[in-house]
Nanobody
Framework: QVELVESGGGSVQSGGSLRLSCLVS????????MGWYRQAPGKERELVTS???????DYAESVRGRFTISRDNAQKTVYLQMNNLKPEDSAVYYC???????????????WGQGTQVVVSS
């Protein structure tokens, strides 16, 4: 059974920092591309950032230069360092992994349960 568990969310003031972590557990052949989405109340879920197996990253324009994604494949963990947070960054953050459980599988998206980030002005 594959499970993704996020941690590190919380409440900070504008300009502050948070570091999110997402640990993947279970029998996994390949973690694949990993990343973070977020969803604010009344808004659609949006892609914040992603990172490939070899470390190629992509960021939404709204977070570029403030957020940094990284991964530790040995620890099966993806991180999101968020600096200079703004009130508009407030949302539930979800990690995902497009992983394979067996060598013959195609990648399938698995999701965490989400972690709340609140940024006050």
């Amino acid at each position: 059974q594959v499970e993704l568990v996020e941690s590190g969310g919380g409440s900070v003031q504008s300009g502050g920092s948070l570091r999110l972590s997402c640990l993947v557990s279970g029998s996994i052949y390949d973690l694949g591309t990993m990343g973070w989405y977020r969803q604010a109340p009344g808004k659609e879920r949006e892609l914040v950032t992603s990172i490939t197996v070899v470390g190629t990253t992509d960021y939404a324009e709204s977070v570029r230069g403030r957020f940094t994604i990284s991964r530790d494949n040995a620890q099966k963990t993806v991180y999101l360092q968020m600096n200079n947070l703004k009130p508009e960054d407030s949302a539930v953050y979800y990690c995902y992994s497009r992983l394979r459980t067996r060598i013959r599988d195609f990648g399938t998206d698995y999701w965490g349960q989400g972690t709340q980030v609140v940024v006050s002005s």
